[in-house]
């Protein structure tokens, strides 16, 4: 389970990622960074937006921003889905997934 719980606390992590990745400081555009990444965490939880965060770096890219992390989204969750056996509990009640 992911300890980021906030935007905040996303933007930080995606912050120092690109710090890693990058070799410099992410300068921050508060407004935007923290909304893109709040609607995410409503969308899809913390701990898959965790996973995409860190699948976005692992790849090379031009560009790292809040920005093209959202648009890069879908696939990511792609990449970084659980495999079948581990979403079902309940083979019978499942079956239609």
């Known amino acids: ?3 980021l719980k906030t935007p905040s606390e996303f933007l930080d992590r995606f912050a120092s990622l690109y710090k890693d990745k990058v070799g410099e400081f992410y300068l921050r555009t508060y407004g935007r960074d923290q909304k893109i990444l709040k609607d995410l965490l409503s969308q899809i939880g913390e701990d898959r937006l965790e996973a995409c965060l860190r699948a976005y770096f692992d790849r090379n890219e031009k560009i790292y921003s ?3 992390f959202k648009v890069a989204i879908n696939d990511l969750m792609q ?3 659980r495999e079948k056996k581990e979403i ?3 083979e019978e009640e499942d079956r239609f997934l």
């Open 88 to 90: 079902l509990k309940n």
């Open 79 to 81: 990449i970084t889905r």
């Open 1 to 3: 389970m992911s300890d």
């Open 66 to 68: 809040p920005v093209y």
